[in-house]
């Protein structure tokens, strides 16, 4: 809803102006009047004013004048001028100073109501803007929580809101994903969730801002309104569709972080208090966690016993090892209030072992570890259990690996070519393949790259094509009966991928061999 102030001198005029227009037709629905300079002033100082219809020439001071105040204290006021003078001095200073129109008396309704609608169309395009730039400033604490500096700067923006207005702050934080992105697609998954928090939560008849705080922590802040307060519950249900929705089109767990209800200067701290619950998330996903329920006491934390595990790894039992963290990791997901400080304990001594069997055993951690030790990778290893262990899996995967005889890498790679080769004509996937050799997917994926310069991806269709080409030429299987035999259960779908690689259809590539 918007505001309109009308000022002209002539009492008559101003009236009628305010007479001609149905301006709650155009979302209007308080109109001021004022009939000199300093009734402008005095309105603009108690009243958020959103549009300015406004003379030129009047006793007490020039409409300019007032235009040039105006732009001074409450920038985001959208000002049209109407006036008798059709002066291109006039005309000119008035859009150097950003009026948006220039009209002259007397002026028919539908041009003054075109006006007003391109007015309330640019207020509309840039105010959410303006209200998101405003949390930012508020939350990386550029604008001091302090009412009395909050209350000036919504005046000077132009801001809709009351300084007694309520707010309530839901943190929504991005766990992980469950396919691997890279950094455009991340950014693109996050601006789809954006969009559907702004469907499904948002666009629920509740009033607010949507704010990206940064890679994986996005942020809505709900203005509740008497007229139109969800409930706890309503909130609550919106933010499970939105988690499902999340889960079932992105790949995305995340989980939802709801505050309490709170003022404008105190939504800083409601937020640090939200984000260090997503921070000690390690366990929970696909939540909707309230603030005021997380006062759980930290149960007793079965603590692994780390000596036997190095016996493991001195006796080389690579699969028994990682049964038992896996088993060990996945109790402590039943343990209610476990947050990240027992996870950094963990990483802290398991890492600790990790370096002096590798030391033991004449290997070099800084070699063979690559970016798995920097201190970047810790901070995302002890995010969540399931960070934790994937890390867990993939270095005890380099460990073994480098300890075996030298050029046993070749020998990996020569298995998982053999394994591709003879189950060409089955369902592929880097999970049964890591089944197979004995490797975490993950690593498998980055062994085979860096062994071959190529993807397993990549290879698996290159083996696929090789194999249809030699029966393509050396048989006369029928096309279809080829695409089976090399793993296609869609015809068209290997017809596209020949010609891909080939330049020509599997069968035009027969008729070379005829």
């Known amino acids: 809803m918007y505001t309109l102030l009308i000022v002209d001198d002539e009492v008559y005029i ?8 149905d301006w709650e037709q155009l979302g209007i629905t308080k109109v001021f009047v004022a009939y000199n300079i300093r ?12 549009v300015m219809i406004c003379d030129i020439e009047m006793p007490q001071g020039n409409g300019l004048d007032l235009l040039t105040w105006v732009r001074e204290k409450y920038l985001k006021t959208e000002s049209i001028f109407l006036t008798c003078h059709a002066d291109f001095e006039y005309s000119k200073q008035a859009l150097r100073l950003g009026s948006l129109d220039y ?7 539908h041009e003054l109501k075109e006006a007003v609608q391109k007015a309330i169309l640019k207020i509309k395009t840039e105010r959410p803007l303006v209200i998101e730039r405003f949390w930012q400033d508020l939350l990386q604490q550029n604008i001091p929580s302090h009412p009395e500096t909050i209350k000036r700067v919504l005046s000077e923006k132009s801001i809709p809101y009351s300084e007694m207005a309520s707010f309530l702050p839901i943190l929504i934080g991005v766990q992980f994903w469950e396919k691997k992105l890279s950094v455009r697609e991340e950014n693109i998954m996050e601006y789809a969730l954006r ?3 702004e469907e499904l939560i948002l666009q629920q008849g509740n009033k607010g801002q949507i704010i990206q705080i940064k890679t994986g922590l996005i942020l809505i802040i709900l203005e509740l309104r008497k007229d139109s307060c969800p409930t706890e519950e309503m909130l609550t249900d919106l933010c499970r569709s939105f988690i499902e929705a999340s889960h079932q089109y992105f790949y995305c767990q995340l989980s939802c972080y709801m505050g309490e209800v709170t003022q404008i200067q105190n939504v800083l701290a409601m937020y640090d208090k939200l984000v260090y619950l997503h921070l000690n998330n390690v366990s929970l996903s696909k939540q909707v966690i309230a603030l005021r329920e997380k006062n759980v006491k930290t149960q007793d934390v079965s603590w692994p016993q780390m000596n036997i595990w190095a016996e493991m790894m001195k006796q080389g039992d690579k699969k028994k090892l990682q049964t038992e963290i896996v088993n060990s990791l996945h109790s402590w997901k039943q343990i209610e209030g476990l947050d990240a400080k027992g996870l950094k304990l963990f990483y802290q001594s398991f890492l600790q072992m990790l370096l002096y069997f590798v030391q033991q055993n004449g290997l070099k951690a800084d070699q063979i570890f690559t970016d798995h030790l920097s ?11 399931n960070d934790l262990q994937n890390w867990v899996m993939e270095v005890l995967d380099i460990t073994f690996l480098h300890i075996q005889d030298e050029g046993e890498n070749e020998s990996f790679v020569d298995r998982i070519k053999q394994y591709i080769t003879s189950h060409i004509d089955q369902p592929l996937s880097r999970q049964y393949i890591a089944d197979h050799i004995g490797l975490s997917p993950d690593y498998l994926v980055k062994l085979f790259k860096k062994e071959t310069g190529i993807s397993i991806s990549d290879y698996i269709v290159q083996e696929r094509i090789h194999i249809a080409k030699e029966l393509l030429a050396h048989s006369d299987l029928p096309v279809s009966s080829i ?14 991928t020949f010609k891909k690689e080939m330049s020509m259809t599997p069968q035009d590539y027969r008729k070379t061999f005829r």
């Open 14 to 21: 101003a009236n009628k102006v305010k007479a001609t227009v």
């Open 39 to 50: 009734q402008a002033k005095e309105l603009f100082e108690s009243h958020s004013i959103d």
């Open 103 to 109: 009209l002259l008396k007397p002026v028919p309704q």
């Open 195 to 197: 969009k559907t928090a």
């Open 375 to 385: 201190p970047d990778r810790a901070l995302i290893v002890t995010k969540s259990i």
């Open 483 to 496: 695409a089976q035999a090399v793993g296609y259960s869609n015809f068209a779908y290997f017809s596209t």
